[in-house]
């Protein structure tokens, strides 16, 4: 863990403006998250059907000490970290136990797959899933599911129908709102430029999506992708597909893709000399790509508010517990980041507070 029409101005009604200067402080220093305003996709679990805005607002406190495990396919970029502030806060809020596993990195599925039933055998009763692969843990659903233990699906897809409930955005969306971007600058006719594109991991849903979205985003403007490039999500590995690009195709304007990959590609640029010449997009968002938006390096990116993806996946997970009413399907509105914006959006619900470092238990 994104859409049609850019909305770069939609932010969530009831949720303060944080200037982005203040590090994502506002939280702790007490204010409410919420009401927050979310989508709710009705009927849930169809990505491409209708959406209705609602306020999200969680519950106060859970009826009990619940205790909730929550898998991610890594922590090795700041998103992640991002979700992991979200879910833990939540967890703290609500006054559950969370037990966070991650596997390592996209690779390890069945880590993954592992880690979720060492979970589950140490007296997990829901499991928030950031899944690896759309359709690798369609099974080890099926088994917790025959347990009775609610499975929340958060940022990445699942593709089991016997999901619980999904807090996640499309990111068929992000991909799209990342293309629009550039299409809007380069319309048919103004003369063909070069994009190099990496959405990501190969199998991942989230991947599959956004490279979707991108394609159908620039496909009546005249960018022209001239190299797709799949990868782990690992600052080292990106670096390696980016230099690849830069060396097969010379006449690139454009590098889009994952956070990492803006990353690694500032870097090389600045090395080569080449920052003035490619221009660098990312496709969602992140403290490098919000740092590097504000230095100018790179030019925007769409948030898919991922710290209240965390927070609803936990309220979720909770309100299934108690037998309460909940959305089925939910994730918060996208909007792009870029210049103009930059100093201005709700930086509590999309990126952990400075110098915050991971929490992997609650108790």
Not at 150 to 174: C, H, R, T, W, Y
Request: glycine share 10%; aromatic share 8%.
């Amino acid at each position: 863990m994104l859409r049609m029409a850019m909305a770069a101005g939609a932010l969530a009604a009831g949720v303060a403006l944080v200037l982005a200067n203040d590090g994502g402080d506002a939280q702790a220093q007490g204010k409410k998250w919420y009401p927050f305003v979310v989508e709710e996709h009705n009927p849930p679990f169809d990505m491409d059907g209708p959406k209705f805005a609602k306020d999200y607002t969680p519950l106060a406190k859970a009826d009990k000490k619940w205790n909730i495990c929550v898998s991610f396919p890594h922590m090795k970029d700041a998103y992640w970290l991002a979700v992991d502030y979200g879910v833990s806060e939540e967890a703290k809020d609500l006054g559950v136990t969370m037990h966070l596993v991650e596997a390592g990195g996209y690779t390890n599925l069945n880590k993954q797959i592992s880690q979720i039933e060492d979970c589950v055998a140490g007296g997990a009763q829901a499991v928030v899933i950031g899944s690896i692969s759309l359709d690798g843990l369609n099974k080890t659903v099926a088994a917790l599911r025959a347990k009775n233990i609610p499975v929340i699906d958060v940022i990445n897809g699942i593709s089991s129908p016997q999901v619980s409930a999904k807090s996640l955005v499309s990111f068929k969306e992000m991909g799209y709102n990342a293309g629009a971007y550039i299409a809007k600058q380069h319309p048919k006719g103004s003369g063909k430029v070069q994009v190099a594109w990496f959405p990501g991991p190969p199998g991942a849903g989230w991947v599959e999506a956004g490279n979707k979205g991108f394609l159908d985003a620039v496909k009546n403007s005249d960018i022209e992708v001239v190299d797709t490039k799949y990868g782990d999500t690992g600052k080292e590995v990106q670096m390696k597909l980016v230099e690849d690009s830069l060396q097969a195709h010379p006449g690139i304007a454009y590098i889009v893709g994952t956070s990492p990959t803006t990353e690694a590609a500032v870097q090389l640029l600045r090395e080569r000399g080449l920052s003035d010449k490619v221009k660098v997009l990312a496709y969602y968002f992140t403290p490098g790509v919000y740092q590097d938006i504000k230095r100018g390096r790179v030019l925007a990116a769409p948030t898919d508010s991922a710290v209240i993806q965390g927070r609803v996946a936990i309220d979720q997970a909770v309100r299934i517990l108690e037998g309460k009413p909940y959305m089925k399907h939910v994730g918060p509105k996208i909007y792009v980041i870029d210049k103009s914006n930059i100093d201005s959006f709700d930086y509590a619900s999309s990126l952990a507070p400075e110098n915050w470092k991971p929490v992997f238990n609650v108790n």
